[in-house]
T-cell receptor
Framework: DTEVTQTPKHLVMGMTNKKSLKCEQH?????MYWYKQKAKKPPELMFV???????INESVPSRFSPECPNSSLLNLHLHALQPEDSALYLC??????????????FGAGSRLTVL | GDSVTQMEGPVTLSEEAFLTINCTYT??????LFWYVQYPGEGLQLLLK?????DKGSNKGFEATYRKETTSFHLEKGSVQVSDSAVYFC?????????FGAGTRLFVKA
């Protein structure tokens, strides 16, 4: 299994809603990432988990709350979002979180629209 | 800090044309270099990589050579197909973080 699976593919939410994005991988990777991608832009790193512990938070607003329940799962909890948070949210994984030439394996993304 | 600069798109080519997408980088040490491709409606996927100077990465007819002297990693393909229409991201990794270029959109016409 060489896939990263993200659900849902599309999500529309109001600014007062609470929702979650989910990501799953069964490649035995020990590092998992959340990226945000706006239209016609490259992905921007949000969070990195290594061995289920948060290693990097790129100064992301607290309305985004990541969670890594186990080595295969990564969630992104969303609350009180703003319309400018509308974007494609990509989950990715690597074998390890190291300084080597690790290749990111991405999921297909969850397209979020905030009304 | 480290950075990646790609040629601006979109690039529009006819089927079977030759493709070059330029990529140059700035880094303090010896980064690994990557090309990722994003097809419409999908996430990014690795196209090819090179980890040291003069390495050539290749996949699906695409090639790129790690040129330390010119700090470049240009992507080439001899004959593009309609199915190659996508956004191509050059990226480097030095340390823990992957740094992406802005992306170059390629349209291939039949």
């Amino acid at each position: 299994d060489t896939e990263v699976t993200q659900t849902p593919k599309h999500l529309v939410m109001g600014m007062t809603n609470k929702k979650s994005l989910k990501c799953e991988q069964h490649m035995g990777h020990r590092a998992m990432y959340w990226y945000k991608q706006k239209a016609k832009k490259p992905p921007e790193l949000m969070f990195v988990y290594s061995y289920e512990k948060l290693s990097i938070n790129e100064s992301v607003p607290s309305r985004f709350s990541p969670e890594c329940p186990n080595s295969s799962l990564l969630n992104l909890h969303l609350h009180a979002l703003q319309p400018e948070d509308s974007a494609l949210y990509l989950c990715a994984s690597t074998e390890q979180y190291t300084s080597g030439a690790n290749v990111l394996t991405f999921g297909a993304g969850s397209r979020l629209t905030v009304l | 800090g480290d950075s990646v600069t790609q040629m601006e798109g979109p690039v529009t080519l006819s089927e079977e044309a030759f493709l070059t997408i330029n990529c140059t980088y700035t880094a303090t040490g010896y980064p690994s270099l990557f090309w990722y491709v994003q097809y419409p409606g999908e996430g990014l996927q690795l196209l090819l990589k090179a980890t040291k100077a003069d390495d050539k990465g290749s996949n699906k007819g695409f090639e790129a050579t790690y040129r330390k002297e010119t700090t470049s990693f240009h992507l080439e393909k001899g004959s593009v197909q309609v199915s190659d229409s996508a956004v191509y991201f050059c990226a480097l990794k030095e340390g823990f973080k992957t740094i992406f270029g802005a992306g170059t959109r390629l349209f291939v016409k039949a």
